[in-house]
């Protein structure tokens, strides 16, 4: 009739006799209508041969098991490819942590500068410049697809200032609270 359906693989390889009606359907002329649902790219009929020749009776339940020892080995089976998949995922995440260069300094925050500011008199950020200008290239290179990601971090110190422009002045302009912040810093 011309009509022609595809095997499963796992039948042609699990179940007796599934293997020699594909070969008989591959010794037909309706090997090019499966050569459509088995394409010559996908190496699936070498596959088949391949398991095929390792394991000629397919793969067939032990009989001398019982069912108990069956589902326990299904589960180490399961249990095993969980496992692998975790490591899999723990890989990925760490490959991307290293990407990331997780190891680099954060920008210096508000309380440091206070207290910077507070114990030296100076209004300036806690990091020498090089450092800053590093965080600052780093940040830009790891923020893909955003303009003004570099902008953001190296403005975020005036930011903070401007937030906190009332505390950072009076710390500036009364010794006693700079002497105290010294002390706290100190003790």
Not at 38 to 44: G, L, R
Not at 87 to 106: C, P, Q
Not at 149 to 169: P, S, V, W, Y
Request: glycine share 4%; hydrophobic share 35%.
């Amino acid at each position: 009739d011309g009509f022609i359906f595809p095997l499963n693989p796992k039948w042609i390889l699990c179940d007796p006799g599934w293997y020699n009606i594909w070969k008989s359907l591959y010794a037909t002329k309706e090997k090019v209508k499966l050569e459509a649902w088995y394409p010559p790219e996908s190496k699936i009929c070498e596959t088949i041969e391949a398991i095929h020749a390792a394991h000629p009776d397919g793969f067939l339940a032990d009989e001398k098991m019982d069912q108990d020892s069956q589902e326990s080995l299904i589960a180490l089976a399961e249990l095993e490819e969980k496992r692998k998949a975790t490591l899999r995922r723990a890989k990925i995440k760490l490959k991307f942590l290293i990407k990331m260069n997780f190891n680099m300094k954060a920008p210096p925050t508000v309380p440091d500068v206070v207290t910077h500011i507070a114990t030296t008199g100076i209004a300036h950020p806690v990091l020498p410049t090089s450092q800053r200008r590093s965080i600052e290239y780093k940040h830009k290179s790891n923020v893909r697809g955003r303009a003004n990601g570099g902008f953001e971090l190296r403005h975020a110190f005036q930011r903070a200032m401007d937030q906190h422009k009332d505390t950072i002045q009076h710390t500036q302009s009364s010794p006693q609270i700079g002497a105290r912040a010294r002390s706290d810093i100190t003790s």
